[in-house]
């Protein structure tokens, strides 16, 4: 079964610097997705980024980007410029391609970004 | 579009009630899908269902029941509620690998 893994349960920034959340994940699949969710206070999950594991090329969404190590496992989360409004818990999530494509989340990050 | 929406919001219950979480989408998706989420634990997955008429368990589906009413609604069923099933529990539904998540719903159990 794949297993994700977010190893730092809390992590503070200061306004407008930059902040990685790791995310390290397990499987045997060669054709799998990976995303960050962010869960801000309201409850509400929202997609950040996606990788597709066949592509090479880090996924990038303005200040959000990733660094996706296939070989390695890894797939960390880098926020640029980080806003108050990026303080939420953050979620890894892994899915196989073909099949039922069921989500499997890390147990989270809770990101603080403090003025 | 309203996406999809769950009701009610929040909710507490006696141990040993009943009770049935809602959830629709108006985006003609086919897979939905019930997650709990627990402090510490993320998201984990109750029961999905990749079609209407058909459902499957997911991580953690004792003590639930799902109905997949028709293509728009997927029904979360308790049917004796425990103190354990206390969470917050999430709807989703799925186009091409991206779920689309409802509001959540807040269930204490006493």
């Known amino acids: 079964a794949q297993t994700v893994t977010q190893s730092q349960p809390e992590m503070s920034v200061q306004e407008a610097e930059t902040v990685t959340l790791s995310c390290t994940y397990d499987?045997?699949?060669?054709?799998?997705?990976l995303f960050w969710y962010k869960q801000p206070p309201s409850r509400q999950m929202i997609l950040v980024i996606r990788?597709?594991?066949?592509?090479?090329q880090n996924a990038t969404e303005n200040r959000f980007s990733v660094n996706f190590q296939k070989a390695a496992k890894s797939f960390s989360l880098k926020i640029s410029d980080s806003q108050l409004g990026d303080t939420a818990m953050y979620f890894c999530?892994?899915?196989?391609?073909?099949?039922?494509?069921?989500?499997?989340f890390g147990k989270g990050t809770k990101l603080t970004v403090n003025p | 579009n309203a996406g999809v929406t769950q009701t009610p919001k929040f909710q507490v219950l006696k141990t040993g009630q009943s009770m049935t979480l809602q959830c629709a989408q108006d985006?003609?998706?086919?897979?939905m899908y019930w997650y709990r989420q627990d402090p510490g634990m993320g998201l984990r997955l109750i029961y999905y269902s990749a079609s209407e008429g058909t459902t499957d368990k997911g991580e953690v589906p004792n003590g639930y029941n799902v109905s997949r009413l028709n293509k728009r609604e997927f029904s979360l069923r308790l049917e004796s509620a425990a103190p354990s099933q206390t969470s917050v529990y999430f709807c989703?539904?799925?186009?091409?690998?991206?779920?689309?998540f409802g509001p959540g719903t807040r269930l204490t159990v006493t």
């Open positions: 999530a892994y899915v196989n391609q073909g099949g039922s494509e069921k989500l499997v």
């Open positions: 499987t045997s699949e060669s054709n799998y997705y």
């Open positions: 989703a539904s799925r186009s091409g690998l991206e779920q689309y």
């Open positions: 985006m003609n998706h086919n897979s």
């Open positions: 990788q597709e594991a066949y592509k090479q």
